[in-house]
């Protein structure tokens, strides 16, 4: 065979011009986006992002809880027409997915929250916007997709008023959903920020000038675009002493109980959930207080650390509210058969935070959209080859899908 012959065989495609769509087309896990991701950011800001609370127990422990879950398949079953399509409390969507609310964004990249949402509204998934935004709930409604599903994530502040607020404001620009955090009395201790003096945006000292030379991407990307705020929260509102994680959530109200949730569910008409690593008995509490769903997660390891896994949260919670309440889960959710495991074991759908991030971070609006076809496709390709054809029936076939390790 000549070398001529040989190069006539070869399909010889020339390289895509734009680095940035080459980078991204090498990548088909989110594992691979996180990686990408990570060559683009700098140290103290994908700390932020990446790192958790105290010895990160919690943080590498969620994603190990799910993978000690397996799966024994039906087979022979017709998954010809298998689709990941359902209802999230009552609305319809592509797949039992949505993106978790994270702080921040356009600290992550300057496409910020509208990016998020507008790819979460192209993929027929939730988005839940954070109070801790850089992009205002009225800005976010007014700009985006009109049917976009809108979620608004609260945290109860020590100002009632700024709550009540926030509460209010949400329902007037058209939120469906409210999420209240109530993992977060106090802020957990990430160290890695604190090692970082890590603040919010990211100051220019020493060691972030030193590190321009290696991320100018990043660095252009933030000098150029305008001032970051809290869109919802002004400074004058909450803050003072600077932008730090601590000084922020110095402001949330360790002192809330379960009579302010039953202030706003009375204030709030659409749906409300709560978002934490909440228990059965806790779960049961809220359901009789008229609560619509519990979002189960442990802020991905930022909060309580040696926090259980929330996917070790859903069976017993299902359990103990039975099928009227909305069990929804996140924290260490990277691939589609974690969520085909959490619909297993009985919820509704399970959110992603970091992946979108990565995804972000990794591509723009293109990195956002392969989050969550990875996500999905890997849920549909999950799904049948366990040979399930429904979201519905991969739930109900759950018990005899899935064993854990243990047992
Ligand atoms: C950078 C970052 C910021 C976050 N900010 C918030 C927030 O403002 N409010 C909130 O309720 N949860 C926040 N979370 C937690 C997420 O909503 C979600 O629970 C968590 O990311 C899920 O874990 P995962 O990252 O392993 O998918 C944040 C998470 C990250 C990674």
Redesign the pocket.
């Known amino acids: 065979l000549k070398i001529r012959d040989a190069l006539g065989l070869i399909n010889l495609r020339p390289p895509h011009p734009s680095a940035r769509v080459r980078q991204l087309a090498a990548c088909h896990s989110i594992e691979d986006l996180e990686n990408l991701a990570r060559r683009k950011l700098p140290r103290s800001v994908l700390d932020?992002?990446?790192g958790g609370a105290d010895g990160e127990w919690s943080?590498s422990n969620?994603?190990t809880a799910i993978q000690k879950w397996s799966f024994t398949p039906r087979v022979l079953t017709d998954v010809s027409r298998t689709s990941t399509a359902t209802e999230i409390l009552g609305q319809p969507a592509a797949a039992p997915l949505g993106f978790?609310?994270?702080?921040?964004t356009r600290m992550?990249s300057p496409l910020g929250e509208p990016a998020v949402a507008a790819a979460a509204a192209r993929a027929g998934i939730p988005y839940?916007l954070?109070?801790?935004?850089t992009t205002s709930l009225e800005d976010l409604a007014e700009g985006g997709d009109p049917n976009a599903d809108r979620w608004f994530?609260l945290?109860i502040w020590r100002d009632r008023q700024l709550t009540r607020r926030l509460i209010d404001r949400a329902q007037a620009s058209g939120y469906r959903v409210l999420?209240i955090?109530v993992?977060?009395a106090v802020s957990g201790l990430r160290l890695r920020d604190a090692r970082n003096g890590f603040t919010i945006p990211p100051q220019l000292t020493l060691s972030s000038v030193l590190d321009i030379g290696t991320k100018p991407g990043y660095w252009t990307g933030m000098l150029r675009s305008p001032t970051m705020e809290f869109a919802n929260v002004s400074s004058a509102d909450a803050l003072d002493g600077g932008y730090t994680i601590e000084n922020i959530t110095k402001q949330f109200d360790p002192s809330v109980g379960w009579s302010d949730l039953e202030e706003i569910r009375a204030q709030w008409n659409g749906k409300l959930v709560l978002?934490g690593p909440i228990g059965p008995a806790d779960a049961r509490r809220a359901k009789e207080l008229g609560v619509d769903a519990l979002?189960l997660?442990?802020?991905?390891?930022?909060q309580l650390d040696r926090a259980i896994a929330p996917i070790d949260l859903v069976r017993p919670v299902r359990e103990a509210v039975g099928d009227s309440v909305g069990v929804l889960v996140?924290?260490?959710?990277?691939h589609g058969a974690d969520i085909a495991t959490a619909i297993a074991l009985g919820a509704d759908a399970a959110?992603?935070?970091?992946?979108y991030?990565w995804g972000l971070v990794a591509g723009g609006h293109d990195g956002l959209d392969m989050t969550a076809r990875l996500l999905i496709d890997g849920l549909r390709r999950t799904m049948q080859l366990l040979g399930v054809a429904t979201v519905e029936e991969l739930r109900r076939r759950g018990p005899e899908l899935l064993s854990h390790q243990s047992q």
């Open positions: 932020y992002v990446g943080l969620n994603t978790a609310p994270t702080g921040y992550i839940v954070s109070t801790m935004a994530q945290y999420e955090a993992d977060t978002k979002h997660s442990n802020h991905g390891g930022r996140d924290s260490g959710f990277r959110f992603v935070g970091r992946p991030l």
